[in-house]
């Protein structure tokens, strides 16, 4: 079987013809085509191979033969919905309970993140009896209608567009650019006395909280880490005000944090979610995901008499891959290779940043890293446009690498979990070489603390639901090709 | 690979253990326990046989091998997200949008039915700039907020939810037991101008129709088949309003109805909607689901500035595994198949009518069937528990048949495609045993219009999001194993 079938313009063409122009490309003014994944790499259609750091869905690595041998055989088998009893939902749905709190015991399986949220609002709304749900600037949570409207990354783009009156946005617990900073004796409180606030200014016009959610650590809101602590203040705020707390962890789970499995245990063994939700590397590509709650929670939404049916959840063939996809993680310790990678991976970064005065900020837990751009340190004016260059010139060099956050300008590392300290090597090395030319182009030097006019405004930026803004260009947002047009007048126009 | 992992007893204590209550088990005072399956049958951890005539969505028969194999191939080489140029989907695109008329031309790929409702409300919703719905009686549409909004069939379970005011509710087309019947001179404009009037009312209270939506052939809401005309009277009633035409196919599509691919099609030609929702069947049990439109519609969405993106939709295994069900319909002619069997099955059906007092109606496209079961013809008073016996008592048989609509008293055939002759015998010959000894217990007969006693709300029943409610029983729900019931005590006390 040939892996490709049209020429690449043709493929081009098509997709114009038939796919919604809603949905959007890599790198639109020249997109890549990929016919084969292996491990950390993909391949185009030439062969030429790509070194991955953003497809934190091929979690266990592209392809990993294990997976694909476990669903091919299931498949063979039988493959049907849940009101028939299989041992592969229950024997998943257990191993999956085995790596949370004893507390979250009770599971549901859907088939994307977004349908995760959506039941999570449902469990929540039908719980507590109460409708408001707290959520945080910049967040993205999914693309049906019920999350678009908790998803402040979504709606602000909606010119036309009320905010949802149910729906409240707390800051954003981001202690480098936010409200609250490193510098403030304790962040944790400052920002969770401010979800305080917005449960008492709701109940005063007749809101009662139903939910507050967050991600676990904010992916396309800039690989924002919360401080120690705060979950466990707000958790505390919201369920005295009879609401729940709701950890998305669709980005962030699965050991990529590399110190827990869960990216909430970060905060602290004293911090337990009501309700957690999980996707894009549960099932390595294959399209499913899950909730997990509380015997109570679950006990409640059962009482509203409404079954809950979802006609592929946890069926055999996807509970067959995340068994698959449990026993790889284990077996080639890849928890642990998030840890030591990610550390490796962070600490070449922060050298980088005594170097490039382009760099504000390092942050990241195990696979899951934040490069922050800047134009000026004490400003933090964002270096969007310099980001998206970064982006764009590695690609040249066959890199994939993204850029998020509500400026655009955070580099997001977020790799299969099978990624070396070998191609942490690479990828810095490349963005040292970037960043030393950006710079010489700006006339950027350390202890050189020009500002630089942030041209953010002059490349229209289009945005992005999986965190990878900076990549996709359309055709007008870019002039010419990277090789038509001149560094420092790309820079400087 | 051994097929069985735990001892029946233990799935179902793990199960009890780690699954939401909320989700239903068939026959669940002694559920099924399913290990492999193939074509039309399906077979427990025993080896026992069972005649699937239930399981729309393995529409090619369970693990065909041609599905598996395209799968498992794929799956191998790549699953990556639609952000980079693949060949599988602007191919399987091009394949789907051949079986449409040509004004719908613009696909969007997701990962369920409730998926591709929420979407198509969201398209409808920036397209027109409005924001009500009008759907029908009984309907079901998902499992999503959204979608629970407008599905009465769920929302009409919550005493305590009060309707969306954006929600306008039309009488199911049921020439049946609707409001205007087969005696009617003209239902389709009855009903159509029932709509109409639900829009004059709606915009004198300032409420504007977005969209009207509709599966094609009510499934859940009791196998209902619209006279012919009333989509195309609808329509323009919609259009004039300002709003669109969603046809829901995800129960009814891909060749299930026989004569044509599509369901909306049995309307006639000068019938097209503006956005079609397709699901279940499209993966035969993988995730995938699919909403097309127009080139207007899809402009429109992509004008807001939003960008969609659907992570794990329309990736290269889900659109590999797309086409090798198309492969299948086409080489199999299922089409074909569904016709022929479909009309065969229901000249079965109609000989057991005239015999058997308990048939009320029996109606059906291709391998779409429903038998409602009454009480008594003139009245038309629902044999519900009789229904659940029929159910019941096929399943002691090893056949799997389900019943569903408002009062549970339809049976409904949606078996996979490659479902025979010898099949629809089998079940037609058990149904007439079965049938021949209520109704001897009933004292009913022919020409004898004895009413007896509603036993509806002596059983309690429980509610189903597939269309599968009547199979689904509470331990509390039935009193006893079926063996040590007599038949005349279950149905006269």
């Not at 310099?386 to 060099?397: F, T």
């Amino acid at each position: 079987m040939s892996a490709e079938r049209f020429e690449k313009k043709e493929t081009i063409d098509l997709r114009k013809k038939y796919i919604g122009p809603s949905c959007k490309i890599f790198f639109s003014h020249d997109p890549i085509k990929i016919v084969r994944a292996k491990g950390q790499y993909m391949y185009d259609e030439k062969g030429q191979r790509y070194l991955d750091c953003i497809n934190n869905v091929a979690h266990v690595g592209h392809c990993h033969p294990d997976v694909v041998k476990a669903g091919a055989q299931q498949m063979e088998l039988l493959n049907t919905n849940s009101r028939f009893l299989h041992d592969n939902l229950v024997l998943y749905a257990q191993r999956l309970q085995a790596t949370l709190p004893d507390k979250l015991a009770v599971c549901y399986f859907v088939n994307s993140g977004s349908e995760a949220n959506d039941l999570a609002l449902r469990l929540a709304r039908q719980y507590t009896g109460h409708r408001d749900i707290i959520t945080l600037e910049n967040a993205y949570h999914g693309h049906v209608s019920s999350l678009i409207d908790i998803s402040p990354y979504k709606f602000h783009q909606l010119s036309d567009t009320e905010q949802n009156q149910f729906v409240h946005v707390a800051s954003s617990p981001d202690v480098y650019r936010g409200k609250h900073r490193a510098d403030h004796s304790d962040p944790a409180t400052a920002y969770a006395d401010e979800v305080k606030d917005i449960i008492n200014k709701a109940y005063k016009k007749g809101g009662k909280i139903a939910a507050f959610i967050a991600e676990s650590l904010q992916s396309c809101g800039g690989q924002v880490i919360p401080p120690v602590g705060y979950f466990q203040q707000v958790a505390q705020h919201v369920r005295e005000a009879g609401g729940v707390f709701i950890a998305d962890e669709v980005q962030v789970g699965f050991g990529r944090v590399g110190s827990h499995f869960w990216a909430f245990q970060l905060q602290g063994e004293d911090f337990v979610p009501d309700i957690v939700t999980m996707g894009k590397p549960i099932g390595n590509g294959h399209p499913m995901s899950c909730v997990v709650t509380t015997k109570e929670v679950a006990e409640a939404f059962m009482s509203s008499g409404m079954e809950y049916f979802n006609t592929f959840g946890g069926n055999p063939v996807s509970c067959a891959i995340g068994l698959a996809v449990l026993d790889v993680i284990e077996k080639e310790d890849l928890q642990g290779n998030a840890l030591r990678v990610g550390q490796y991976l962070t600490s070449l970064l922060e050298k980088q940043k005594e170097k490039h005065l382009l760099i504000g900020d390092i942050r990241g837990r195990g696979l899951f890293v934040g490069v922050e751009l800047v134009r000026d340190r004490l400003k933090l004016t964002p270096a969007t446009a310099e980001a998206q260059e970064v982006i764009y010139r590695l690609k040249e060099q066959h890199i994939l690498l993204s850029a998020d956050g509500p400026h655009r300008n955070v580099l997001k590392f977020k790799p299969p979990m099978c990624f070396t300290t070998e191609d942490a090597e690479l990828v810095v090395e490349k963005i040292d070489v970037i960043l030393t030319e950006l710079e010489e182009a700006l006339d950027l030097k350390l202890n050189n603390a020009l500002t630089v006019e942030n041209e953010s405004n002059k490349r229209k930026l289009l945005t992005d639901e999986n965190g990878h803004s900076g990549v996709l260009h359309s055709k007008g947002s870019r002039q010419g090709s990277p090789q038509q047009t001149k560094q420092s007048k790309r820079l400087r126009t």
